[in-house]
C-alpha cells in the first residue's frame, strides 16, 4: 500500500498554462508539505499544512496556492507556468501531534515547463 | 541561510569500504534527521537523532551529532552498490520546519 501518493509523476506543459498537482497520504497523519526540488538537488520547503491549516508559507509566489480539502490530502494549484518552475515537486506528510517527526515523501511530480 | 550543508558534495567509494558524510548546521535544534534519496525517487527517513544524544546506530549505520560544533556525521559501514544515492541530512530547529540541503551524492562501485 502507498504511504503518500501523488499524480501525476510528470507533467510537460507550456508556459503560461494552469495546472494542478494532487497529493494524498493514508498514514493519519496531521501534518503535509510540499517541497520543491531544483535541478542540483537543493530541496526546498513551500508550504505546509496541519489539520487543514496553512502553518508555514515560505518565500513563494502568489501563483503557488495549496488547497487541503482534508487531512489526507494536499493539492498544489500552479497559475500561470513559468519556466523556473520547472523541478521536482514532492508532497510529504508527518505526525506532529504526536512528536512522530519523521517525515514521508511521496515519488515526486516532475513538471517541465517549455 | 540555516539549511544543513552536507560534505563532500560527492562521495565514490568501493563495496565493503566505509562511506562518512558530514553535515553542518547554523542554529541550535530539536533534533537531526538523515535521509536517503534514490535516482528518480522520493526521500526516505534513515535515522533521526536527538539534540540531547551524541551517537546512534542503525544496522550499518552510524550518525554523531556535535552540538557545541553544530555538525553531524553519518557513516555507513560496509558498504553495496545498492547504497548509491544521494543523503541529505535536515536539521529541525525549535520550528516544525526540517531545513534540507543539496545532499551528498554517494556512488557504491561493485
Known amino acids: 500500500d502507498t504511504a503518500v501518493s501523488q499524480t501525476p509523476k510528470y507533467l510537460v506543459t507550456q508556459m503560461g498554462n494552469d495546472k494542478s498537482i494532487k497529493c494524498e497520504q493514508n498514514?493519519?497523519?496531521?501534518?503535509m508539505y510540499w517541497y520543491k526540488q531544483d535541478s542540483k538537488k537543493f530541496l526546498k520547503i513551500m508550504f505546509s499544512?496541519?489539520?487543514?491549516?496553512?502553518?508555514i508559507n515560505e518565500t513563494v509566489p502568489n501563483r503557488f496556492s495549496p488547497k487541503s480539502p482534508d487531512k489526507a490530502h494536499l493539492n498544489l494549484h500552479i497559475n500561470s507556468l513559468e519556466l523556473g518552475d520547472s523541478a521536482v515537486y514532492f508532497c510529504?506528510?508527518?505526525?506532529?501531534?504526536?512528536?512522530?517527526?519523521?517525515?514521508?515523501f511521496g515519488p515526486g511530480t516532475r513538471l517541465l515547463v517549455l | 541561510s540555516q539549511q544543513g550543508e552536507e560534505d563532500p558534495q560527492a562521495l565514490s567509494i568501493q563495496e565493503g569500504e566505509n562511506a562518512t558524510m558530514n553535515c553542518s548546521y547554523k542554529?541550535?535544534?530539536?533534533?537531526l534527521q538523515w535521509y536517503r534519496q534514490n535516482s528518480g525517487r522520493g526521500l526516505v527517513h534513515l535515522i533521526l537523532?536527538?539534540?540531547?544524544?551524541r551517537e546512534k546506530h542503525s544496522g550499518r549505520l552510524r550518525v554523531t551529532l556535535d552540538t557545541s560544533k553544530k555538525s553531524s556525521s553519518l557513516l555507513i559501514t560496509a558498504s553495496r552498490a545498492a547504497d548509491t544515492a544521494s543523503y541529505f541530512c535536515?536539521?529541525?530547529?525549535?520550528?516544525?520546519?526540517?531545513?534540507f540541503g543539496t545532499g551528498t551524492r554517494l556512488q557504491v562501485f561493485p
Open positions: 510529504a506528510s508527518s505526525q506532529v501531534a504526536a512528536l512522530q517527526e519523521t517525515q514521508y
Open positions: 498514514l493519519g497523519h496531521d501534518t
Open positions: 499544512y496541519n489539520n487543514k491549516e496553512l502553518i
Open positions: 542554529t541550535s535544534i530539536n533534533n
Open positions: 537523532i536527538r539534540s540531547n544524544e
Open positions: 535536515a536539521p529541525r530547529p525549535y520550528t516544525d520546519k526540517l531545513i
